[in-house]
């Protein structure tokens, strides 16, 4: 009796979980329908001739719109709302609508447009004459004019932090208060899509210098990081510590005003929990939807997944500096026997895709570039074969490679690596690292790594930014090339890539030095990642940036 | 008694020293360079060496471990090396939320644990103890975040009674307190029951009932004071645990605790933070302990005639 009552009620309480399981997943399957990487049906395209307008926007009728305040739940909050303080994707989505750039790069083709400069001027690859405009307020009602620009940007040169953006500015001469000359330390012409970048947004010199002036540099510029000023479309309101970031609209600002009128970033760090609270109502933005989770998304009647790749490359590097993988050969027959669409499907679930290349296909002037001709197969073992042989290993050899704890992807993707390479005789033994010590050991010459798995995201849309720190020969180890790749001709591409300033000159120069970076083999190209948002359907007006930058100022409901 | 707070108090300070110096030569022997962190994949081995500098890496340990001690006996732990803000403000800008959920995860076990387990025990083999035994046992075997993920989907996406996630309105607190003081609930639950059976059997009770006492006095006042000393053991150990976070709670229910904070805070290698933090946990970890012996006193006079 007691027996068949215990088992009754075991029974029953399983069936209570697997219930609450299974109701999660379970919804309108309609929806599911929606083709991947449509933005939703009703957002509109940038409108023709607004494409380079920051404000390019609201075109939903404002008085129709029910909803003014915009809760996105993100998974970190910013480390610094002082553009210059920190260089993490968290922080640049906040800082985007914060600040005002000089320039502004649109999200539909990352192409550059005039924003906080009205117009500009290459006097060469090393000179940009600038013309500011003149109706910029910043929140706190300071005019803008050009000894800001010359205050942030000169700042931002000198900072540790975003030197990968903006260390390459010497100087700003103003000339007047709205025209000023940008000078660079070399020749760089990628300069437009830097000072698109959050990073190089601008603040009021008078509001921080008076700030710093009294509270001394430190505490003034932690202060400044908590209570920041731009002339942004929203203007900082409060932050909650681990909680959240809330904005409201700037009603002075230059360009469209948003409908949007209160702008939360909140922190919810685990994907499944922020796609439950847009589900719910609670949200209208979840970031960053677990590959696992996409169908849910799809099937839920609430929600509309958005979905863009994104500017994230991830790759297996070989260490150029130890043998055998100082041999361009063995390099390749490892490309060849890797099957990366295999491992791509396998591990990331659908999301992103096989990267056809060292660059994203959002780069602008991307050229793809797929690993070899690997047939039906995803890989060629017969010339992976061969070429082992011609570089003098025809029976393999032994291969460490390393992954970072805990990017248990990364471990998934080590362990297929070691499958399939033992099928040419290479014998691959798995390491893992804390990401400090992984960083740590890469970076040195005589570094004992061999093979490793990490990820570049082209944050400026620019080709430069994606080849020039991780493939030229002056930024060997920890300046970006882990590779310790070295190649003349590469050097010589990626150098003109930074002279010429007709952007029409440049993309056959990019698309030449793909080519020998997928022959010369310093990676394996794995992933090109994706933008994977879930919003609630009444959301319209946005178009996803693939860097990460969106622009929640152009959303509306209805 | 109060020379023996006086002296469990200055006991403190060796252990907290223990603590600094542990923490201390964990950070320093631990491979990395926090620089290379704050900068990431991409930076000039020029501008690694700026940072260094600022953060005084290369200082010799002693100094190193010297200033921080100093400092510490000021309460000033520096800045986070990620955010630039004092460690203070970090620290208590996410602290009490840790303090609320562990002392409401505390006394929602202790309010379904001891009553519980006291009716089960004075109803032994009872129809009700089994049931209670077994959803007991259930409730301790269920992970904390599993539970949590389970009551999320039920009573927040489908029954749409409580917010998903979140903190700061009571609403938001019931489904983590539950979750988090189930397991706890439980443990205390068993604790209550078995240490209330061994009271029940002992020579005093059967004094007790035999010279008329009401069956309730002889319950709550003789048997359940004797029967609460490991119960109350069991509180203090997990409310002091909890202090140090529960990482995986906080991370579903989005709760703005220390927990996730510290663990993200070394995974930055933000040295400043994980001191900080550490060593507040364990001054609190150590207070609770304290709290918990004198409680004992209150609770058994036997032990408080040898509180010297």
């Known amino acids: ?558 | 008694m109060h020379k023996y707070i006086l002296r469990r108090l200055l006991m403190m300070i060796p252990v907290l020293i223990g603590v600094m110096f542990i923490i201390f030569v964990l950070d320093y022997i631990r491979p990395g360079c926090p620089s290379r962190v704050i900068l990431g994949e991409a930076a000039s081995p020029e501008a690694i060496a700026r940072v260094r500098e600022e953060l005084r890496l290369d200082d010799p340990f002693l100094i190193r471990f010297g200033s921080f001690v100093g400092n510490a006996l000021t309460l000033d732990f520096g800045r986070s090396w990620q955010t630039n803000r004092p460690v203070f403000q970090e620290i208590f800008a996410r602290f009490p939320n840790t303090m609320q959920l562990a002392g409401m995860s505390v006394i929602f076990a202790l309010l379904m644990g001891v009553p519980l387990g006291i009716l089960s025990a004075t109803k032994q083999y009872s129809i009700f103890d089994i049931i209670a035994n077994f959803t007991g046992l259930l409730a301790a075997a269920i992970p904390n975040f599993w539970l949590g993920m389970m009551m999320v989907i039920l009573f927040g996406v489908n029954l749409r009674i409580f917010p998903t996630s979140g903190w700061g309105t009571p609403m938001h607190w019931v489904m983590p307190v539950v979750a988090i003081g189930a397991s706890s609930a439980a443990i205390i639950m068993r604790m209550t029951r078995s240490s209330m059976l061994e009271c029940i059997r002992s020579d005093y009770i059967r004094t007790a009932r035999a010279k008329g006492q009401k069956e309730s006095v002889v319950i709550f006042k003789h048997a359940l004071r004797n029967a609460l000393i490991p119960v109350t053991t069991v509180a203090g150990l997990t409310f002091g645990a909890l202090l140090g976070g529960a990482v995986l709670t906080e991370t579903i229910f989005a709760i703005p605790g220390l927990g996730r904070f510290m663990v993200e805070a070394i995974s930055q290698m933000d040295q400043p933070l994980v001191q900080g933090g550490v060593l507040l946990i364990a001054i609190s970890f150590s207070l609770v302990n304290l709290l918990v012996d004198i409680l004992y006193a209150f609770i058994d006079p036997r032990i408080r005639s040898q509180y010297r």
């Open chain 1, 1 to 558: 009796m007691l027996k068949r009552f215990l088992a009754v009620l075991a029974i029953l309480v399983m069936a209570t979980f697997v219930l609450a399981a299974c109701t999660g997943g379970n919804g309108n399957d309609e929806q599911a329908g929606t083709a991947p990487g449509d933005p939703p049906a009703t957002t509109p395209a940038d409108p023709p001739g607004q494409t380079g307008d920051i404000s390019a926007a609201p075109t939903g009728p404002a008085g129709d719109t029910t909803r003014t305040d915009f809760t996105i739940l993100v998974a970190a909050l910013p480390v610094s709302m002082d553009p210059i303080q920190s260089n993490d994707n968290a922080s640049s989505m906040v800082n985007n609508m914060l600040y005002s750039t000089l320039i502004y790069q649109s999200s539909v083709d990352l192409s550059v447009h005039p924003s906080l400069a009205e117009s500009w001027e290459f006097v060469d690859a090393q000179t940009l004459n600038m013309v500011l405009r003149r109706d910029v307020v910043f929140h706190n009602g300071d005019p803008m004019t050009a000894h800001d620009i010359k205050f942030s940007i000169e700042r931002g040169a000198v900072s540790d932090q975003v030197e990968i953006i903006l260390g390459m500015i010497d100087s700003v001469t103003v000339h007047n208060d709205y025209e000023f000359t940008i000078h660079l330390d070399f020749p760089f012409a990628p300069i437009l899509s830097h000072l698109a970048h959050p990073a190089a947004g601008i603040l009021p010199m008078n509001h921080l210098q008076g700030i710093l002036d009294s509270m001394g540099e430190e505490d003034g510029l932690a202060h400044f990081a908590d209570n920041p000023v731009g002339a942004g479309p929203f203007a900082f309101n409060s932050i909650v510590l681990g909680d959240a970031v809330t904005l409201v609209r700037n009603n002075n600002y230059w360009g469209h005003l948003p409908v949007i009128e209160t702008l939360i970033y909140r922190l919810v760090p685990d994907p499944s929990s922020r796609l439950m609270a847009v589900e719910t109502g609670e949200a209208q933005f979840a970031q960053a939807v677990a590959p696992a989770d996409i169908a849910v998304a799809e099937a839920s009647p609430n929600v509309t997944m958005m979905r863009r790749p994104n500017m994230t490359i991830h790759y297996i590097g070989f260490n150029n500096n130890r043998a055998p993988f100082d041999d361009y050969r063995v390099r390749q027959a490892i490309h060849y026997a890797l099957d990366t669409r295999g491992i791509v499907q396998n591990v990331f679930m659908g999301a992103g895709a096989p990267a056809q290349g060292p660059l994203s296909s959002q780069v602008w002037g991307f050229h793809p570039t797929p690993s070899f001709d690997l047939g039906s197969q995803g890989a060629n073992f017969e010339r992976a074969q061969e070429l082992l042989t011609e570089a003098g290993f025809p029976d393999g050899f032994d291969a460490a490679i390393w992954w970072n704890i805990p990017n248990t992807q990364r471990s998934t993707i080590a362990e297929m690596v070691q499958f399939q390479l033992g099928q040419i005789g290479i014998n691959v033994s798995i390491h893992s690292y804390e990401w400090p010590q992984i960083l740590d050991e890469t970076e040195r010459a005589d570094g004992e790594h061999e093979m490793f798995i990490m990820a570049w995201g082209t944050v400026t849309g620019d080709p430069d930014y994606g080849l020039f720190p991780l493939f030229h020969s002056s930024n060997h180890g920890g300046a970006g090339n882990r590779t310790f790749f070295s190649n003349d001709e590469i050097d010589r591409l990626l150098d003109a890539g930074r002279l010429e300033t007709d952007p029409a000159a440049r993309l056959p120069i990019y698309a030449e030095a793909m080519e020998v970076i997928r022959d010369q083999s310093p990676w394996v190209f794995l992933w090109e990642g994706e933008e994977l948002h879930a919003v609630s359907n009444d959301m319209n007006g946005l178009i996803l940036n693939p860097a990460g930058h969106h622009n929640f100022a152009t959303v509306w409901f209805e």
